[in-house]
């Protein structure tokens, strides 16, 4: 499918300035695990997400700033299905240069909470405590969070480990 420059979305309205806050958030995230962050003001401001596979479920704006944010040409990025399109695909490279490969060998990997399964895990670089930097980074697009108040159908996360206390619940 040829994906004329025309119909591609735009990215980062301010891209020096929205991609350093926007990295600014994913460290303050990382350094925080459970905490939740808003990209707020140049971080996202006038990005146009691509469209995914399904136009009833399209690529959510924190999604793509992230996605703008970290990928580069280095960076080849697997897009799990149904985030996985042709416009999609012609976005992030037009956008960062970056593109796509199998789950197995992609350092950024994104895809939605209600596609994860067990083979996508399996298949992602896990790295080493000698080499942490070899493992994927998996993006999980998710409908909403709350720390405060359940949102109905959602299920309730215990999080441990690195960053947290002793329990963090989402």
């Known amino acids: 499918m040829n994906i004329m420059l025309a ?10 300035q929205g ?7 994913l460290l303050s995230a990382m350094a925080a ?8 003001g140049v971080a996202q401001e006038g990005v146009q ?3 995914s596979q399904h136009p009833a ?8 700033v992230s996605l703008l944010t970290l990928l580069d040409p280095e960076a080849p990025l697997h897009l799990h299905s149904p985030l996985n399109s042709a416009a999609a695909a012609a976005y992030f490279r037009f956008h960062c240069g970056a593109a796509l ?7 950024i990997v994104a895809t ?3 596609d994860l399964h067990s083979g996508l895990w399996a298949a992602l670089a896990q790295g080493s405590d000698e080499a942490p ?9 998710v409908a909403g969070l709350d720390e405060q108040q359940p949102l109905s159908g959602a299920a309730l996360l215990q999080l441990r480990g690195p960053g947290i206390q002793s329990v963090h619940s989402l």
């Not at 479920?57 to 793509?64: N, R, S």
């Not at 930097?133 to 697009?141: D, F, H, N, V």
């Open 7 to 16: 119909s591609l979305g735009q990215g980062l309205a301010h891209p020096v």
């Open 19 to 25: 991609t350093q806050q926007a990295f600014r958030t």
């Open 33 to 40: 695990p459970g905490r939740i962050m808003a990209l707020r």
């Open 49 to 51: 997400p691509p469209a």
């Open 57 to 64: 479920h399209p690529f959510g704006l924190a999604m793509t």
């Open 101 to 107: 490969t199998d789950a197995s060998a992609a350092p």
């Open 112 to 114: 939605r909470a209600a």
């Open 133 to 141: 930097q070899l493992g994927a980074t998996l993006l999980i697009e």
